[in-house]
């Protein structure tokens, strides 16, 4: 299917080291290096840098 290998599901993991962890997906023809966003880790209480993980 095309779908999974355009937009392919990744895990978005705290650099804060809690270990909290969003799953999303990205496209990867638009983003085809490693996603970083930046949202909530509620073990700090604050944002911080999610990093995609393979």
Same mark, same amino acid.
């Given at each position: 299917?095309? =779908? !999974? /290998?355009?937009?392919?599901?990744?895990?978005?993991?705290?650099? %804060?080291?809690? *270990?909290?962890?969003?799953?999303? +997906?990205?496209?990867? =023809? !638009? /983003?085809?290096?490693?996603?970083?966003?930046?949202?909530?880790? %509620?073990?700090? *209480?604050?944002?911080?840098?999610? +990093?995609?993980?393979?």
């Amino acid at each position: 299917m095309a =779908r !999974n /290998d355009v937009r392919p599901i990744i895990k978005l993991r705290s650099t %804060a080291g809690t *270990g909290t962890t969003y799953v999303t +997906r990205k496209n990867r =023809r !638009n /983003d085809p290096d490693r996603m970083v966003l930046r949202k909530y880790d %509620a073990r700090v *209480g604050r944002h911080v840098d999610f +990093r995609e993980e393979r």
